[in-house]
């Protein structure tokens, strides 16, 4: 009997504490939302995404986390708070061309010495940066953002994923703090660091937005678009998002008549991989299949295709020239960069080959050498 009762004064509660009147208009802005709005109590409830998404803002939902994600359109605080937090963390580098590797440009112009950005990624002095930048060089120099400068050393290289890492004798400096690929959404801001044309403008910083993940440009691995001005001597310095995270290593532009804001950068997601085959392995281990790829005609253009990568050689006896690869690692591949993208998924040194052949789909394990 007591529970009954109990349940009854609930809903008496309930109905008395929610009095419904007709939809309201909202208008954020001046424009008014599409999305119906309830007024109950003498409260406006709208969608949390219509609101915030009309304010310039981008809601993400986490099944795992059952929580909303609210980033707010970039303001001058947002910006300058996040520079505050990265810039201690983006170094210049600079140094002398290898005899060897002077150019005939350089040459006429009497320039004898490049100069790039780096990043902090450890407290004891370890600098990451783009393997274009140091490859060439001698007696490379760190310029830390309080002027202090350091000789530095390379420590390894990898010219495909274009990464780098240098070594300062300098403790106790600040890493940067990673950030994730779940941040990087098309249209999210996202703000540059680097030294762009002369070590007189180090550290400065450049904004804009995301223009397109995953994005192909022919390069071994996919790239990060956006269109924050990137500038020689922009390469190897920071892309962060709001909070002064990395997000990307500043690698590349497109440059010409006709074309603007095309900036390029290494997704987090390829520095850690990369970083911790440094780690472990002192340079990144790739595999020796054996095989060759030819792309289909719609990949080679950048058309959207479901086709994948033909074989046109093989010296292995369970793939054969001819066999359509459709999928690594359980991955789609459709260009060289997938497959390349897809291999750094491979575990315990094996690479699992989905191959079509007279109409039927088989998995292939390989273990090739890495080397």
């Known amino acids: 009997m007591k ?20 939809a309201p208009a909202v208008f954020v802005n ?18 949390l995404r219509a609101v915030s998404e009309s304010m310039g803002a981008t809601v993400n939902w ?3 986390n059952y929580a909303a994600y609210i980033e707010s359109a970039a303001d001058d605080n947002s910006v300058i708070n996040a520079i505050k937090t990265a810039g201690e963390s983006v170094v210049a580098i600079v140094g002398n061309y290898k005899p060897e590797y002077m150019s005939q440009q350089a040459l006429s112009y009497n320039e004898s010495y490049a100069h790039g950005a780096g990043v902090i990624i450890k407290n004891n002095g370890l600098i990451l940066t783009n393997a274009h930048v140091v490859e060439n060089l001698e007696n490379i120099t ?3 953002a309080n002027g202090e400068s350091y000789g530095a050393a390379l420590q390894c290289i990898d010219t495909k994923s274009d990464l780098a890492t240098v070594k300062i004798n300098k403790l106790g400096l600040k890493p940067i703090t990673f950030g994730t690929m779940d941040s990087v959404v098309t249209g999210s801001t996202v703000i540059a660091i680097g030294t762009p044309i002369s070590l007189s403008m180090m550290n400065s910083a450049s904004k804009g937005i ?11 691995y996919s790239f990060t678009q956006s269109d924050v001005a990137i500038n020689g001597g922009n390469s190897g310095g920071a892309l962060i998002n709001l909070k002064g995270e990395l997000v990307g290593i500043n690698s590349s532009k497109f440059a010409g008549i006709g074309i603007e804001g095309m900036s390029f950068s290494i997704p987090v997601d390829t520095v850690n991989y990369v970083l911790s085959q440094f780690e472990k ?9 054996n095989i060759t790829f030819s792309e289909s005609w719609e990949a080679k253009i950048g058309l959207p295709t479901a086709k994948g990568l033909t074989v046109k050689s093989s010296t292995n006896s369970q793939i054969k020239s001819g066999d359509m690869v459709t999928k690594i690692n359980g991955i789609n591949v459709h260009s060289i960069t997938d497959y390349n993208e897809a291999v750094k998924l491979s575990k315990n040194n094996e690479v699992v080959f989905t191959v079509s052949r007279d109409g039927t789909d088989t998995n292939i394990v390989i273990t090739p050498e890495w080397k």
């Open 281 to 289: 392995n002192g340079k990144v281990l790739r595999p020796v299949t």
């Open 142 to 144: 760190v310029i830390l």
């Open 30 to 47: 001046g424009i008014r939302l599409s999305t119906d709005a309830r007024l109950i109590n003498d409260r406006i409830y709208v969608p």
């Open 210 to 220: 995301v223009s397109g993940k995953n994005v192909n440009i022919g390069e071994h």
């Open 3 to 22: 529970r009954l009762l109990f349940m009854s004064v609930i809903i008496v509660l309930l109905i008395s504490c929610t009095t419904v009147s007709a």
């Open 62 to 64: 986490s099944d795992e």
